[in-house]
């Protein structure tokens, strides 16, 4: 049977280890010996929005792999212009690939997808709902700068109401052993009640604040979003907020010295550029790992791996 | 004239008793069983607002029909999912069951985020799951938003 990357929804903790596992693997393999594994193979990019990080990444793990990606990153030029129904457009690219990936702003359309065609497929985000290798490679990182996810002392930051990514991240970390949560947000922004439930359904209770220096003094993982004008009603409001949420080198002065500072990027101010160079940036790392993470799943979907 | 009780509910011969039904709720039912074909001719009594022990007040249908069918009983667990099932035979309940919330939803209830796939492609079903054994959430399947029982919309045949 085939299998596809939907949601991390269907993944439990062996799942998710297994794909981190598969990652580690990939990234010990010598280049010359990864760019043979994929030779012939072809991914179809179905993006109905632009998303060119997330593209970029797909294409360049495909393409160190040694396989070919062909696809469309918006809908304008194509046959879905003129009318075609999603299904008919995933009927159709299946007959050109080895697998998909799909973006698409409504939900439920990667699952849709995985439905429809006999190739795998994987989800590149669907609306607001799932994005699962970028919690794949969030989780991923976390676990090459510490050695493991469990224990670790983790501070969102930003905006926590909102953020798909922070949602997916924080729920698969519940998943796991030991780990410790700082929520750091304005009121207005703080994480959903309906998160913060034990998989048995019991309300769990987690440190809040609104103080981001506190935080960096005793967390592993600085995991900062951004706070998008937008959300507020009032754009009072976010001029008094955006800038308690920027993080500048010299706030970390008392950190602890492994931490890592990671976010989803792109970033606009909430992480000063004096942050770059310091031992505490993690997340242009975090762009490198999401290749290789998507690697790992593209071997294992095709079942190289 | 026994009791004011009799008077209210007449008894039937033999037949389908829907009781314990959330005062309000009653119209719906009737609607739903109306849309099936088999159940559109049927002599159907609706009653409103009876004293309840139970529910304060409740609703309660009669419906002059042999069974009901499975798939207007998994339509009726969405809608009204606790009431009381009752089968009649010569004036007397021969059996009776408190109707569970269903497992599975598939084909019986759009989902109500408007951003849904399934409310926009034709081949995206919408289906839904329950959370757990004694939930009454549920999950669709496709944009795994998570949905209380009653939020659901129905979708009459
Ligand atoms: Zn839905």
Do not use: W
Request: a negative charge.
């Amino acid at each position: 049977m085939k299998s596809d990357l939907i949601s991390m929804n269907d993944l439990d903790l062996a799942d998710i280890e297994h794909y981190l596992d598969l990652a580690h693997q990939v990234e010990g393999l010598p280049a010359q010996e990864r760019v043979r594994l994929l030779a012939g193979r072809v991914l179809m990019v179905m993006f109905y929005e632009p998303s060119t990080r997330t593209r970029l990444s797909f294409e360049s793990a495909m393409q160190k792999l040694g396989g070919g990606v062909i696809g469309f990153s918006e809908t304008a030029s194509t046959s879905i212009a003129k009318g075609e129904s999603f299904s008919d457009t995933v009927l159709t690219c299946e007959r050109y690939a080895d697998a998909i990936v799909v973006r698409h702003p409504k939900e439920g359309t990667a699952r849709l997808a995985a439905e429809t065609a006999s190739i795998p497929i994987i989800n590149a985000g669907d609306g607001t709902n799932q994005h699962p290798t970028q919690t794949l490679l969030d989780l991923y990182t976390i676990k090459k700068c510490h050695g493991q996810v469990d224990n670790v002392r983790i501070a969102f930051v930003g905006d926590l109401k909102y953020s798909r990514t922070v949602h997916s991240l924080f729920q698969a970390l519940l998943k796991y052993q030991g780990v410790k949560f700082t929520l750091v947000s304005p009121e207005s922004l703080r994480l959903p009640g309906y998160l913060k439930l034990s998989a048995e359904g019991r309300q769990l209770d987690f440190d809040e604040t609104d103080d981001l220096q506190a935080a960096l003094a005793q967390n592993d993982i600085v995991y900062m979003t951004r706070i998008q004008a937008e959300r507020f009603a009032d754009i009072m409001d976010y001029e008094k907020v955006k800038n308690a949420y920027c993080l500048e080198a010299r706030m970390l002065a008392g950190a602890p010295a492994n931490l890592k500072v990671l976010h989803p990027l792109p970033r606009v101010n909430e992480i000063s550029p004096d942050v770059d160079k310091s031992r505490f940036a993690g997340y242009f790392d975090q762009v490198e790992s999401g290749v290789i993470v998507r690697q790992g799943i593209l071997l294992s979907l095709l079942g190289v791996l | 004239m026994n009791s004011e009780r009799h008077l209210l509910i007449p008894k039937i011969e033999s037949g389908i008793v829907i009781d314990h039904v959330p005062a309000g709720l009653g119209a719906g039912i009737l609607e739903l069983l109306r849309s099936y074909a088999g159940l559109d001719d049927a002599q159907i009594t609706l009653g409103l607002n009876y004293d309840s022990n139970k529910l304060g007040r409740k609703d309660m249908l009669k419906i002059i029909a042999p069974e009901l069918p499975k798939k207007v009983l998994a339509h009726l667990s969405i809608l009204a999912s606790g009431v009381t099932i009752k089968r009649v035979d010569n004036y007397r309940v021969q059996g009776k069951y408190s109707l569970q919330p269903p497992d599975h939803i598939e084909g019986l209830a759009r989902c109500i985020n408007p951003n849904c796939i399934s409310n926009h492609e034709r081949q995206a079903s919408a289906r839904f799951t329950r959370l757990g054994e004694t939930s009454h959430k549920f999950r669709c399947a496709y944009c795994e938003r998570v949905f209380e029982l009653d939020e659901l919309d129905i979708v009459l045949p």
